[in-house]
C-alpha cells in the first residue's frame, strides 16, 4: 500500500490545486462583480444626489409657479371686477346716448330753425341796406333841393332888395 500513497497524495494536491485554481478564478470573478457593483451604486448615488438636486429644483420651481399661478388668480378676479365695472359703464354710457338721441334731433331741428331764420334776417339786412341806400339818395336829393332853394332864395333876396333900394 506504500506505493498507493503518493498517488493519492499526488491525486489530493492537483485535486486541491484544481479546487484552489477554481476558488481563485470563483474570487476573482466575485471581486470583478464586487467592483461593477460598487461602481454601479456609486453611479445610482451620483444619479440619486442629481435627481434630489433635480427634485428640489422642480419643488422651488413648482412653489415658484404656484405664487405665479395664485398671482394671476388674484389679477384675474380685478380684471374681472373691473371689467364688471367697465360693462356697467358701457350700459350707463349707452342708455345716456340713447337719452342724447332725441336731445340730438331737437338740435337739428333747432339749428335748420335758426338758419331759416338766419336767412330771414339776411334779406331783412339787404332790404334795409337797400332802404338805406334809397334813404341816403333821398337825402341828398333833398339836399341839393335845398341848395338849391337856398341859392334861389338868396337870388331873390338880393333881388327884392335891389328893387326896394331903387
Given at each position: 500500500?506504500?506505493?498507493?500513497?503518493?498517488?493519492?497524495?499526488a491525486t489530493l494536491c492537483v485535486a486541491l490545486s484544481v479546487f484552489c485554481a477554481s476558488q481563485w478564478v470563483r474570487e476573482s470573478e466575485l471581486r470583478a462583480e464586487l467592483l461593477s457593483a460598487r461602481v454601479a451604486e456609486r453611479e445610482l448615488r451620483e444619479q440619486s444626489a442629481e435627481?434630489?438636486?433635480l427634485g428640489e429644483t422642480y419643488a422651488a420651481?413648482?412653489?415658484r409657479l404656484d405664487g405665479r399661478v395664485?398671482?394671476?388668480k388674484r389679477t384675474e378676479e380685478a380684471?374681472?371686477?373691473?371689467?364688471?365695472?367697465?360693462?356697467?359703464?358701457?350700459?350707463?354710457?349707452?342708455?345716456a346716448a340713447a337719452e342724447l338721441a332725441p336731445l340730438r334731433a331737437?338740435?337739428?331741428?333747432?339749428?335748420?330753425s335758426l338758419r331759416r331764420q338766419n336767412a330771414v334776417v339776411a334779406k331783412q339786412n339787404d332790404?334795409?341796406?337797400a332802404q338805406n341806400e334809397n334813404l341816403r339818395k333821398?337825402?341828398?336829393?333833398?339836399?341839393a333841393v335845398v341848395r338849391l332853394l337856398n341859392e334861389r332864395t338868396e337870388l331873390l333876396n338880393k333881388l327884392g332888395a335891389e328893387r326896394a333900394g331903387k
Open positions: 500500500m506504500s506505493s498507493r500513497w503518493p498517488l493519492v497524495l435627481a434630489r438636486r420651481e413648482i412653489r395664485g398671482e394671476l380684471v374681472r371686477k373691473e371689467l364688471s365695472v367697465a360693462a356697467a359703464a358701457l350700459a350707463s354710457a349707452r342708455q331737437a338740435v337739428a331741428r333747432q339749428n335748420e332790404a334795409i341796406r333821398l337825402v341828398e336829393e333833398r339836399d
